[in-house]
T-cell receptor, first 111, second 114 residues
Framework: NAGVTQTPKFRVLKTGQSMTLLCAQDMNHEYMYWYRQDPGMGLRLIHYSVGEGTTAKGEVPDGYNVSRLKKQNFLLGLESAAPSQTSVYFC??????????FGQGTRLTVV | GESVGLHLPTLSVQEGDNSIINCAYSNSASDYFIWYKQESGKGPQFIIDIRSNMDKRQGQRVTVLLNKTVKHLSLQIAATQPGDSAVYFCAENIWGAGRRALTFGSGTRLQVQP
């Protein structure tokens, strides 16, 4: 049982480039989330989804877009990367009734 | 190495001692709380949760205490082991109000001395 899988694990982007982070879960969870983690600031919610075809903004959504075309996948896009988006990105999923389960993270550096 | 947690409060304990990690929350409407453990280079790992209709819940070597009066949550780890060294986060939610995602605290680093 893989749980939550994130792709890629590491990435370096130049300012202005675009990229998509992929999250896949095999637990049949309805809810999926994207968080970013910066030093000393804990995890902050970027966007989330309560089901296939739905998305909603979290605490820090600017500069990011998401899509949930399939229940098991949640994509996070950066259209024009900025150095302020250098962070570790975590995807998570839950049933909506209990804890969220996290992937291993993607370390993104924007130079 | 992992850069997360450079400025985190740190709790240092001796191997075999009990550890207590504290968390204060601000929203009196929060009704669901979770503790996560995060090791360097890994994602947060679920440890234990508690709902607001309880004030104590026990797991294997861990106990979570909830004091709603002062909006305080604690995680107790019995007989702390070197493998317990990690950053610990509390998280909260308001299921009753339909809030669909967890809000995280800033974390506490636990260092276990052999």
């Amino acid at each position: 049982n893989a749980g939550v899988t994130q792709t890629p694990k590491f990435r370096v982007l130049k300012t202005g480039q675009s990229m998509t982070l992929l999250c896949a879960q095999d637990m049949n969870h309805e809810y999926m989330y994207w968080y970013r983690q910066d030093p000393g600031m804990g995890l902050r919610l970027i966007h989330y989804s309560v089901g296939e075809g739905t998305t909603a903004k979290g605490e820090v959504p600017d500069g990011y877009n998401v899509s949930r075309l399939k229940k098991q996948n949640f994509l996070l896009g950066l259209e024009s990367a900025a150095p302020s988006q250098t962070s570790v990105y975590f995807c998570a999923s839950s049933t909506g009734q209990g804890p969220a389960f996290f992937g291993q993270g993607t370390r993104l550096t924007v130079v | 190495g992992e850069s997360v947690g450079l400025h985190l409060p740190t709790l240092s304990v001796q191997e075999g001692d009990n550890s207590i990690i504290n968390c204060a929350y601000s929203n009196s409407a929060s009704d669901y709380f979770i503790w996560y453990k995060q090791e360097s280079g890994k994602g947060p790992q679920f440890i234990i949760d508690i709902r607001s209709n309880m004030d104590k819940r026990q797991g294997q070597r861990v106990t979570v205490l909830l004091n709603k009066t002062v909006k305080h949550l604690s995680l107790q780890i019995a007989a702390t082991q070197p493998g317990d060294s990690a950053v610990y986060f509390c998280a909260e939610n308001i299921w009753g109000a339909g809030r669909r995602a967890l809000t995280f605290g800033s974390g506490t680093r636990l260092q276990v001395q052999p």
